[in-house]
């Protein structure tokens, strides 16, 4: 047996065409492996709180809309508290709080039909400002890139997580912006100008 440190690392692969065969199968035609696929909405009929609709695309450095991304959100109910983690039994049971989205083959456009979250507390009694944490692969992207989504009409001015990007500008890039009562556009851009902050988690 060879040494540690002869051993290479195995090349990083990109996703491919796989994530949408195994994760939204329903989604592509292969009905039958799931009656529906898998994280269709992250609420319930009667989730209590603000419903909201947020779209958005995502785009490579190039400025091109990958119609093939594939996101991952979670998000609190809307009291600020996360589904599975609540102890005190206070969570909205018709929040699971977990999606899976995938973008429109034609025209790139994704879309997410929820209510908008509460403020979550964080570990020195200060509150985050109303987010959404994205985790978005497509092709191109070895590892999935993780993200947030804050709400323009939102006091986002006191949040610890966004008070940590040095740069103060960057921090709009985080920003949905609402275009209508209860609607909001997000576009993810993965590289260049004004590419999206991605948390290292």
Same mark, same amino acid.
């Given at each position: *047996?060879?040494?540690?440190?002869? =051993?290479? %690392?195995?090349?990083?692969?990109?996703?491919?065409?796989?994530?949408?065969?195994?994760? @939204?199968?329903?989604?592509?035609?292969?009905?039958?492996?799931?009656?529906?696929? =898998?994280?269709?909405?992250p609420?319930?009929?009667?989730?209590? #709180?603000?419903?909201? @609709?947020i779209?958005?695309?995502?785009?490579?450095? /190039?400025? *091109?809309?990958?119609?093939?991304?594939?996101?991952? +959100?979670?998000? &609190?109910?809307?009291? #600020? +508290?996360?589904?599975?983690?609540?102890?005190?039994?206070? /969570?909205?049971?018709?929040?699971?709080?977990?999606?899976?989205?995938? /973008?429109?083959?034609?025209?790139?456009?994704? =879309?997410?039909?929820? +209510?908008?979250? #509460?403020?979550?507390?964080?570990? !020195?009694?200060?509150? *985050?400002?109303?987010?959404?944490?994205?985790?978005?692969? &497509?092709?191109? $992207?070895?590892?999935?890139?993780? @993200?947030?989504?804050?709400?323009? !009409? %939102?006091?986002?001015?006191?949040?610890?997580? =966004?008070?940590?990007?040095?740069?103060?500008?960057?921090? %709009?890039t985080?920003?949905?912006?609402?275009?209508?009562p209860?609607?909001?556009?997000?576009? +993810?851009?993965?590289?260049?100008?004004? %590419?999206?902050?991605?948390?290292? $988690?």
């Amino acid at each position: *047996m060879g040494r540690l440190d002869d =051993l290479k %690392e195995t090349p990083s692969q990109t996703a491919g065409p796989y994530v949408h065969i195994g994760l @939204t199968p329903n989604k592509l035609g292969n009905a039958g492996v799931y009656p529906v696929d =898998l994280g269709e909405s992250p609420i319930r009929d009667g989730a209590q #709180g603000e419903a909201v @609709t947020i779209t958005g695309t995502v785009r490579d450095g /190039a400025g *091109m809309i990958l119609r093939d991304a594939l996101i991952e +959100i979670w998000q &609190a109910d809307a009291d #600020g +508290i996360y589904p599975g983690n609540d102890p005190r039994g206070a /969570a909205d049971p018709n929040v699971t709080g977990w999606a899976r989205i995938i /973008a429109d083959f034609d025209s790139g456009e994704w =879309l997410l039909n929820t +209510i908008k979250p #509460g403020r979550v507390p964080y570990p !020195d009694g200060r509150s *985050m400002a109303p987010h959404i944490s994205v985790w978005v692969v &497509a092709r191109g $992207i070895n590892l999935g890139l993780q @993200t947030r989504i804050y709400f323009e !009409d %939102e006091d986002n001015s006191a949040c610890p997580v =966004l008070a940590r990007i040095e740069q103060p500008e960057r921090r %709009e890039t985080l920003i949905a912006r609402q275009t209508g009562p209860g609607h909001y556009r997000f576009d +993810i851009v993965l590289q260049g100008d004004g %590419e999206t902050v991605f948390f290292d $988690i």
